[in-house]
């Protein structure tokens, strides 16, 4: 369960999101809002990696910034435009996303191959189309024990072929264990891929649940 209290973000004194309390239990969210509503800074907020005032809390003990090592052990963040070192292939910052993460087995085997991606993993990412760099960012985002799963706009750039198969990992993923799955986006939610999908709305500076 995500706790989130007297939360409130501003760039340059310009409050952009303002939320009093909102929890969110495990499930998978579909979080929609125009562009400009604030989608992406709220889930840059829950990955912690965008400073805040407030309090985000994951399952009743781990503060973000009290535990923050530990809570972002177990919340993974997919970012929109997914950028990394070009130098590096697709293999080397999984190993370096597992180590970070205390993974042992072979993991992203699973999801390498689901995903077609074995042809190219062993190649420097600075080779990869925003595609193949979006699929990269998806298979790190689910690897290790997430408990949270933040996925900003993964629609974006993703071919028609991928997106069942991005669906049967969150299922797969939330069926495995009690996880919470974001997806932003600003498209409304094409039902049928997925099990129950309920919808957070982002506008007025603010979330609601849409019911
Ligand atoms: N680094 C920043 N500095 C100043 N303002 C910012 C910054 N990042 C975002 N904003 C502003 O915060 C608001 C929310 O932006 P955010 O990127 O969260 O929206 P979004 O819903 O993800 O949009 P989109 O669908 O276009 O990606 C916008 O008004 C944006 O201009």
Same mark, same amino acid.
């Given at each position: 369960?995500?706790?989130?209290?007297?939360?409130?973000?501003? *760039?340059? /004194? %310009?409050?952009?999101?303002?939320?009093?309390?909102?929890? =969110?239990? &495990?499930?998978?969210?579909? @979080?929609?809002?125009?562009?400009?509503?604030?989608?992406?800074?709220?889930?840059?907020? #829950?990955?912690?990696?965008?400073?805040?005032?407030?309090? =985000?809390?994951? +399952?009743?003990?781990?503060?973000?910034?009290?535990? !923050?090592?530990?809570?972002?052990?177990?919340?993974?963040?997919?970012?929109?435009?997914? =950028?990394?070192?070009?130098? $590096?292939?697709?293999?080397?910052?999984?190993?370096?996303?597992?180590?970070?993460? +205390?993974?042992? !087995?072979?993991?992203?085997?699973? *999801?390498?191959?689901?995903? %077609?991606?074995? /042809? *190219?993993? +062993?190649? &420097?990412?600075?080779?990869?189309? !925003?595609?193949?760099?979006?699929?990269?960012? #998806?298979?790190?985002?689910?690897?290790?024990?997430?408990?949270?799963?933040? #996925?900003?706009? &993964?629609?974006?750039? $993703?071919?028609?072929? !991928?997106?069942?198969?991005?669906?049967?990992?969150?299922?797969?993923?939330?069926?495995?264990?009690?996880? =919470? @799955?974001? #997806?932003?986006?600003?498209?409304?939610?094409?039902?049928?891929? $997925? &099990?129950? @999908?309920?919808?957070?709305?982002?506008?007025?500076?603010?979330?609601?649940?849409?019911?």
């Amino acid at each position: 369960m995500l706790q989130i209290k007297n939360f409130r973000k501003s *760039y340059n /004194s %310009h409050v952009v999101l303002q939320i009093d309390t909102f929890t =969110i239990t &495990p499930g998978i969210y579909w @979080v929609r809002g125009s562009n400009g509503s604030g989608k992406s800074t709220f889930l840059k907020a #829950l990955a912690g990696i965008t400073s805040f005032e407030g309090d =985000i809390i994951l +399952n009743e003990r781990l503060n973000i910034k009290k535990q !923050s090592v530990a809570y972002r052990s177990v919340v993974n963040f997919a970012e929109a435009e997914p =950028i990394f070192p070009e130098f $590096l292939t697709g293999i080397e910052l999984i190993r370096l996303f597992k180590s970070a993460k +205390n993974v042992s !087995s072979h993991q992203e085997d699973f *999801y390498l191959e689901s995903m %077609h991606m074995t /042809s *190219y993993v +062993n190649d &420097p990412v600075s080779t990869y189309s !925003s595609g193949m760099l979006k699929k990269l960012s #998806l298979v790190l985002a689910f690897l290790g024990r997430p408990t949270c799963i933040l #996925l900003d706009e &993964p629609l974006t750039t $993703l071919d028609v072929e !991928s997106l069942p198969i991005l669906y049967s990992w969150i299922a797969r993923q939330c069926h495995q264990q009690e996880t =919470i @799955v974001l #997806l932003s986006s600003h498209q409304a939610f094409e039902g049928g891929l $997925l &099990p129950t @999908v309920q919808e957070i709305v982002v506008e007025h500076t603010t979330i609601r649940y849409n019911s």
